[in-house]
T-cell receptor, first 110, second 112 residues
Framework: SQQGEEDPQALSIQEGENATMNCSYKTSINNLQWYRQNSGRGLVHLILIRSNEREKHSGRLRVTLDTSKKSSSLLITASRAADTASYFCGSSGSARQLTFGSGTQLTVLP | DVKVTQSSRYLVKRTGEKVFLECVQDMDHENMFWYRQDPGLGLRLIYFSYDVKMKEKGDIPEGYSVSREKKERFSLILESASTNQTSMYLC???????????FGSGTQLSVL
């Protein structure tokens, strides 16, 4: 079963603009994680936010978590062509494993 | 550099063949996972293991089995490959349950 769902499915922006992706999940979580995947490759961990945190930053990335709405957002500021990739959220609840949504395909146009 | 290594980048097999996908990690991680990724469906968990010789079913275990005889190695087995198992297979490991995953580069399996 899919725990998280990303929105939008696809996003196209110009270089220098900000990109915002959203993730919704269904059950209570311990943490929520964002990953990036370049075409045909494995996923790379970007950032983890715990259930008692509301916001976290890492470089040009900003993640927010709203547990009352069961949602999270990933903001990439000042996007670059190299940010073009698929972005996935993974949620970790009471089970041992991480469950993922279907991802957002981000295209940054030069 | 710490890493998760999957034995094959691309694999082509025939229907009915027994297929082994190998995954090795060099970080002494307890937990290892096998996911498959299909367009529009995201990543779905097939099996995972939290210790040597331990395994647990994920969301879609049917048609698959796993083996973990050593801590660093987690194998996914397709007992009798079928065309609907054509997919990208991703192995991952983590130090603690529910913590960040380190992924391999993936194996694109085609079953003809």
């Amino acid at each position: 079963s899919q725990q998280g769902e990303e929105d939008p499915q696809a996003l196209s922006i110009q270089e220098g603009e900000n990109a915002t992706m959203n993730c919704s999940y269904k059950t209570s979580i311990n943490n929520l994680q964002w990953y990036r995947q370049n075409s045909g490759r494995g996923l790379v961990h970007l950032i983890l936010i715990r259930s008692n945190e509301r916001e976290k930053h890492s470089g040009r990335l900003r993640v927010t978590l709203d547990t009352s709405k069961k949602s999270s957002s990933l903001l990439i500021t000042a996007s670059r062509a190299a940010d073009t990739a698929s972005y996935f959220c993974g949620s970790s609840g009471s089970a041992r494993q991480l469950t993922f949504g279907s991802g957002t395909q981000l295209t940054v146009l030069p | 550099d710490v890493k998760v290594t999957q034995s094959s980048r691309y694999l082509v097999k025939r229907t009915g063949e027994k297929v082994f996908l190998e995954c090795v990690q060099d970080m002494d991680h307890e937990n290892m996972f096998w996911y498959r990724q299909d367009p529009g469906l995201g990543l779905r968990l097939i099996y995972f293991s939290y210790d040597v010789k331990m395994k647990e079913k994920g969301d879609i275990p049917e048609g698959y089995s796993v083996s973990r005889e050593k801590k660093e190695r987690f194998s996914l087995i397709l007992e009798s490959a079928s065309t609907n198992q054509t997919s990208m297979y991703l192995c991952a490991s983590s130090y603690r349950e529910g913590e960040k995953l380190l992924f391999g580069s993936g194996t694109q399996l085609s079953v003809l």
